[in-house]
């Protein structure tokens, strides 16, 4: 059974930071692709970065350079996003999810995701 838990998510001022974890079980991370995508109330679904673990190559939405990161733990099987300068219009559900690469990643195309964490920015 393949199964993601995002972690760290809560209530961060405006230009504030916060990390989030993504655990994976049943899942190695040394296939595939992973990334974070977010969705706020009433909006589509929007890719924010996702790493493929095929060739090592990170690849970024335009609003996240600068301000966003991931990372991965191969030994911990977790998965991790750098959010720094956050914004009020950052506000929203944040999931991690597998991919068959990032290409399917952002064309919304998942394997498996998990339940998502809020991350509000507000003052």
């Known amino acids: 059974q393949v199964q993601l838990v995002e972690s760290g998510g809560g209530l961060v001022q405006p230009g504030g930071s916060l990390r989030l974890s993504c655990a994976v079980s049943?899942?190695?991370?040394?296939?595939?692709?992973i990334g974070w995508f977010r969705q706020a109330p009433g909006k589509e679904r929007e890719g924010v970065i996702c790493?493929?673990?095929?060739?090592?190559?990170?690849y970024d939405a335009g609003y996240g350079k600068g301000r966003f990161t991931i990372s991965r733990d191969k030994t911990k099987n977790t998965v991790y996003l750098q959010m720094n300068g956050l914004n009020p219009e950052d506000t929203a559900v944040y999931y991690c999810?597998?991919?068959?690469?990032?290409?399917?990643?952002?064309?919304?195309?998942?394997?498996?995701w998990g339940q998502g964490t809020q991350v509000t920015v507000s003052s």
């Open positions: 790493l493929s673990n095929t060739d090592g190559i990170t």
């Open positions: 999810a597998i991919a068959f690469n990032c290409g399917y990643f952002y064309n919304r195309k998942y394997d498996y």
């Open positions: 049943g899942y190695t991370l040394d296939y595939y692709a």
